[in-house]
């Protein structure tokens, strides 16, 4: 994952959404997921209104999942 740093000073209007955007294999992103969410690390929470694109396999598993009991 090829990471891009830029320093904001207030002076542009809006980023582009098309440049700020990036496509990462989920696997990649899963394991540090799931440790912030189990530490209840704050920027979590900071993207919690966020929206984002998954494919509708991996909505459907996560819905089904969402709904189990935990087992006794």
Do not use: C
Not at 25 to 37: H, K, Q, S
């Amino acid at each position: 994952m090829q990471h891009r740093l830029r320093i904001f000073t207030g002076e542009e209007d809006t980023l582009d959404q098309a440049e700020s955007l990036v496509n990462v294999r989920f696997g990649e992103i899963a394991d540090a997921l799931a440790e912030a969410v189990y530490y209840r690390r704050t920027w979590v929470s900071d993207f919690s209104e966020d929206e984002v694109k998954i494919p509708a396999d991996l909505y459907a598993i996560l819905t089904a999942y969402s709904h189990l009991r935990p087992g006794a």
